[in-house]
């Protein structure tokens, strides 16, 4: 059985579904467990978690519209839960806000890549060429070791792998334009860039695929996406729950169907 119903805007601008496999029981023999998720294809496995849930267990997924409101929430005690991220966007946030969010289960792996509705390789890159890169520093770092091991820029030796920053930059022979924008602009960027970075989630709205139409890609277990929680329910046995959930058999299919690589 699914259950969809709408909050008003003021409440989250976002819209609350709840989800529960068929035949559990809605009283009060039923645990919610209220789990964030944004766009395609985490909320699908979020769907398809719900359905695999344990009894005694359902899940209200709360469908939000930016990657920034879900760990706000998570981090306030608001949610259980969410599954919009991968491990180093986590780590960045929780510096930011002195938030203690714990990545608690790896679901799948995200192949990102730089896209071009002109370029068929990333050595066409034209000189003074313009490519635009994420605003946020976990994935401009992926971004720029992407372009690093392509040999189109050169980056300090001293950064760190996969988190490097524009300052790191320390030769662009191309001389190449760099903007950064952030990654729910990525699909409008392709538009107007030579080139752009983007994640598949936002890549498969406009129809490119990373393995088909990427100039480049790549795919690291660090950044798989993970279903996140916080460092006092991590241990819960309700955690535990959606961590078997987001595993189970239901999610493979899922995962299979939009051609993602599970990480469990």
């Known amino acids: 059985m699914t259950r969809r119903t709408l909050l008003p805007a003021a409440a989250l601008t976002a819209a609350a579904l709840t989800l529960s496999a068929c035949g559990a029981d809605g009283g009060g023999g039923t645990t919610t467990l209220q789990v964030a998720a944004a766009t395609p294809p985490m909320t699908d496995v979020v769907e398809a978690a719900a359905e695999a849930i344990g009894d005694g267990y359902e899940i209200e997924m709360i469908e939000v519209a930016d990657y920034v409101q879900p760990n706000a929430m998570l981090a306030a005690g608001e949610i259980d839960a969410n599954f919009v991220q991968h491990i180093p966007f986590m780590e960045e946030f929780n510096e930011g806000n002195d938030a203690s969010l714990v990545g608690v289960q790896p679901v799948y792996l ?73 990654l729910l602009q990525a699909n409008a960027a392709y538009e107007e860039s030579d080139a752009v970075f983007n994640l598949p989630a936002f890549a498969n709205q406009i129809d490119l695929s990373p393995f088909e139409d990427g100039l480049t890609f790549e795919e690291d277990q660090q950044f798989a996406v993970t279903l996140v929680s916080r460092e006092d329910n991590q241990d819960s046995p309700e955690v535990a729950a959606l961590k078997e959930a987001f595993t189970s058999e239901q999610v493979v299919a899922v995962l299979e169907e939009f051609e993602n690589t599970p990480a469990f």
């Open 110 to 182: 995200t192949a990102v890549a730089f896209y071009s509705q002109e370029l068929d390789s990333i050595d066409e890159l034209p000189d003074g060429g313009h490519v635009t890169l994420p605003a946020d520093s976990s994935n401009l770092g992926r971004a720029l070791q992407m372009l690093a091991e392509e040999e189109i820029v050169t980056l300090d030796p001293a950064a760190e792998r996969f988190e490097a920053g524009m300052d790191d930059i320390t030769e662009n022979p191309r001389d190449l334009e760099f903007v950064q924008v952030e």
